[in-house]
């Protein structure tokens, strides 16, 4: 059969076609009134798909320039620093904690793992200045508990909590200001069905007072800068103009998705990659394969590589039979796993089709025989279960 590209890696995710055209057709310069009025408006915007009253910063950047800025901004060398890590993005916090001369105090937990609220309470002290985690690890799978670190983390009057929410958010429900998360961050090329280029973050009260005396060093990424230009309807240097017109198309889309709510649009976005994981962990576990991950977020599902079987031969076969792109494990996890995510731009048809894909995967990487149609009956399961229970929450418009 012919061969569709599709995209089932946790970022970059598949482009929203509106995007895709609001960006092709995109010419304004950004000192001009038209692109202040789309600046002003995306980053109000912004404030809803976030959830949250902070003010949030669109930066040209990947999304590991807004966690260096995380770091830059709010600490001072020598600052004590807890990092929270058990997965390839963890390591990278605890990398940019050190690159900036803090003391790092660190909880590392195996992959595949989390932390228990045990350990952070037993290793977080009043001198602590920042608690930096991810909201779910996109190299294993797992969702960590950002509510409960949270409230460990507020009995403090002076720790702050950075999250890494860069496959989180869109995939995961956040009180961001509820549960006091100073800073929480997210990149384009995830939830927001466009391409890399975006780093973005909201923060609090609390981190902004931070910054007036912290002394690490910052030019580009330097948050007060970003925001007071922000509040004139700018950026500090030239923006990413055409990328700024294909979020506006893709929050628009959001909206619609929420009835001409926003909100109301992300939770849906939000529950539809909930019910596209749960859907595809059925398939998985269906098939006799292992969950990588101890407790697994909606973001990605990583799943264990057969005994035996390196899964890059399953990334490769997926790619060279379906085009379709699943990702490899990261680092030392390389060969051991795969991962399918579930962030943004997924439907139905894309989940049963992985699913069944899945299955020929098996089928060619293993002498074992599959019996077909096992991962799609027990995904079919699950969606006609969701869809009983709540009708309309199963059927998110294009
Ligand atoms: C994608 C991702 C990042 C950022 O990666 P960039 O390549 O810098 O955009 C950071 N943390 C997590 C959890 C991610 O999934």
Known sequence: MLLKNRLFTPGPTPLLPAAQT??????????????????????ADMKDFIGTANDVLVIASSGTGVMEGSISNLTSPGDRVLVLTAGKFGERWR????????NVDLIEKPYGETFTLDEVRAKLTPETRAVYVQATESSTGVRHDVKGIAKLVRANADTLLIVDAITGLGTTHFDVDGWGIDVIIGGSQKALMIPPGLAYCAISERAWKRMETTKNPRYYFDFRKERKAAAKGESAFTPATSLFAALGAALDFIRQMGNGDLVMGRKALIDNAELAAEMTRA???????????????????????PAGIDSGKIVKEFRESFSAVVANGQGDMKGKLFRIAHIGYYDFLDTIGILAALEHVLASVTDKPVEYGVAVRAAQEVY???????????????
Request: hydrophobic share 50%.
């Open 22 to 43: 609001a960006m092709a057709a995109f010419t304004a310069h950004h000192r001009t009134a038209d692109f202040k009025v789309l600046y002003t408006r995306v980053l």
């Open 95 to 102: 990398d940019l904690a050190k690159a900036y001369g803090c």
């Open 283 to 305: 398939g998985v576990k269906a098939l006799g394969l292992k969950l990588y991950a101890s407790s697994p977020g909606a973001a990605l599902t990583a799943v264990s590589a």
């Open 384 to 398: 006609a279960h969701a869809r009983s229970a709540e009708p309309t929450a199963v059927a998110a418009r294009n």
